[in-house]
């Protein structure tokens, strides 16, 4: 007999956010052949009356994880608790996550892949025979206790499949890639979450926001708060074209949906460096920031809209990236080398 998930939200997201994202896989937008995966094994598990197999999923971050990790035991009814792979630095700190688990229920652990190497080998057993064995004691006194655990389920989320060891991704039975959203897929997030903030949103504002969103549902949701309180502070309340363009200008998101410091970071190649290759390091000191904030913020969405590459001598600017600064490079040939 199932019975509604005792939920552990995490800390991070507000309660606005928390009422934005799905509540059921059902009502979850894209991602259509993971969904369609996962409700056989949650059907199959239900009629079983046994647990999932351990579940990864990986991908960039805004598209997905924790709301699929969190959907998954509402459709199972079952008991649900959240951990952090940042916060799991030796084996004590997840022995209670472990001996709390409900029989069936869901271990969900965000970013798994930050978890310390003690931490990931005190789960082995946990995950394939539900047991954890505890060392009390120490020196010649020392002795192993055996403890039995009731049957569940892990969920693990990443961003960096490759800091996870091969013994660890071995012991997921099922592995799920996110992928970016299409501009038509967050259209529709946009509106029905604009529903849910009891606002009027026109179709094409809609696809604008969507537009400029890269992508990623969690994006789209922070442009469409700032945008319906732009309506509401600069106009009626309505969110027509022309309120979302102007909304989303007075943020510094462009049409493809760089900010300002994206644009900062093409024009310091471009500028500072003639076009590139440039090392990472020398475009972060130049814009006085830490180079982990390029590589892990800024890059990635840089590199998938092809506006610059990475090269073994460094970045360089693609001449699509020259189109979209409205300039031209000082030599064409750096451009042309970016391409071919």
């Known amino acids: 007999m199932s019975r509604e998930p005792i939920l552990q939200p995490p800390a991070s997201p507000s309660e606005d956010d928390r009422a934005l994202r799905p509540q059921r896989m059902e009502e979850m937008v894209g991602q259509r052949d993971v969904y369609a995966r996962l409700q056989i094994v949650v059907d199959a598990a239900t009629k079983r009356g046994e647990p999932l197999g351990h579940i990864l999923f990986d991908g960039p971050p805004g598209l997905g994880k924790t709301t699929f990790a969190t959907c998954i035991p509402r459709d199972l009814g079952v008991g649900f608790q959240i951990g952090s792979g940042a916060t799991l630095k030796a084996p004590k700190d997840l022995v209670p996550y472990l001996t709390n688990a409900e029989e069936n229920s869901i271990l969900f652990i965000d970013e798994i892949h930050r978890m310390q190497k003690a931490v990931e080998e005190f789960l082995y057993p946990a995950m394939e025979d539900f047991r954890i064995d505890l060392t009390l004691g120490e020196g010649v006194n020392a002795r192993t206790l055996n403890i039995q655990l009731k049957p569940f389920t892990l969920i693990g989320a990443t961003t960096r499949t490759g800091l996870i060891s091969a013994p660890l991704r071995d012991r997921f039975q099922m592995r799920e890639h996110l992928d970016f959203y299409t501009i038509e897929e967050l259209a529709e997030i946009v509106v029905r979450n604009a529903r849910k903030l009891q606002v009027e949103i026109a179709t094409d504002a809609a696809t604008e926001i969507a537009t400029r969103s890269r992508g990623t549902p969690r994006l789209a949701n922070n442009r469409l708060r700032w945008v319906r309180d732009y309506a509401l502070s600069r106009a009626d309340g309505r969110i027509t074209l022309d309120v979302a363009r102007r909304a989303l200008e007075m943020q510094g998101i462009d049409n493809l949906g760089l900010d300002t410091q994206d644009r900062k970071y093409l024009q310091t190649i471009a500028r500072v460096f003639d076009g590139g290759p440039v090392g990472v390091e020398a475009v972060a000191h130049t814009m006085n920031l830490v180079p982990d ?24 600017l693609t001449a699509a990236g020259y189109a979209h600064l409205k300039s031209e490079p000082d030599n064409p040939s750096h451009a042309q080398g970016a391409l071919f």
Do not use: Q
Request: net charge positive.
């Open 293 to 316: 904030t390029l590589i892990d913020e800024v890059e990635p969405f840089l590199l998938r809209s092809e506006l610059m590459i990475r090269t073994p001598r460094g970045r360089r």
